[in-house]
C-alpha cells in the first residue's frame, strides 16, 4: 500500500500488494476498502530474516508498537531474532532478546536479565555485628 491513509492501520511496515493481490480502493483512491490480510501476514513473515539482519532496526519500542497492530508478526519476530542471538540496548544495558523478550524491564531488573551490575555493592552495616 502506498501510503494511502484510511481506516486500515498497517503500522510499522510497507507491503507490497500489487498484481492479483492488489488492494480495492475507493474511486477517489484515498481510503481502502480491502485487502487480503493473510496474504498481507505471509508477505510480512517473508521479510522477518531480512529484518532481523539489520538489527539496528529491530528495536524494543518499535515491536512493542507493532505488536499492539499484529501480535502473531510480533512474535515471529522476537522468535526469530532469539533464534539468531539478537541483543539490543536497554538503559544502556545491552540484554539477548532471548532472555528479555517484549518484557519492558524495570532498570532495577536489567542487571538480573543482562548478568551485569554497573553500581559498586551497597553495604547497610548489618554485616558489621559485634
Do not use: N
Not at 494511502?4 to 498484481?19: K, P, W
Not at 532496526?57 to 532469539?82: K, N, S
Not at 539490543?88 to 532498570?107: C, E, N, R, S, Y
Request: hydrophobic share 40%; aromatic share 6%; with cysteine.
Amino acid at each position: 500500500m502506498d501510503g494511502i491513509s484510511g481506516h486500515t492501520t498497517l503500522f510499522g511496515r510497507t507491503v507490497d500488494l500489487h498484481g492479483t493481490e492488489e488492494v480495492t480502493l475507493s474511486i477517489d483512491r484515498k481510503e481502502i476498502l480491502h485487502y487480503d490480510r493473510e496474504l498481507l501476514h505471509q508477505r510480512s513473515l517473508v521479510a522477518i530474516d531480512d529484518l532481523v539482519d539489520r538489527a539496528c532496526f529491530l528495536l524494543p519500542d518499535w515491536l512493542r508498537r507493532l505488536q499492539e497492530h499484529d501480535a502473531r508478526l510480533t512474535e515471529a519476530i522476537v522468535i526469530r531474532a532469539a533464534e539468531k542471538q539478537i541483543t539490543w540496548q536497554v538503559h544502556g544495558w545491552t540484554i539477548d532478546v532471548g532472555k528479555a523478550g517484549l518484557f519492558p524491564p524495570d532498570q532495577l531488573l536489567l542487571p538480573a536479565v543482562s548478568g551485569t551490575f554497573p553500581w559498586p555493592p551497597v553495604h547497610s552495616g548489618l554485616d558489621q555485628v559485634p
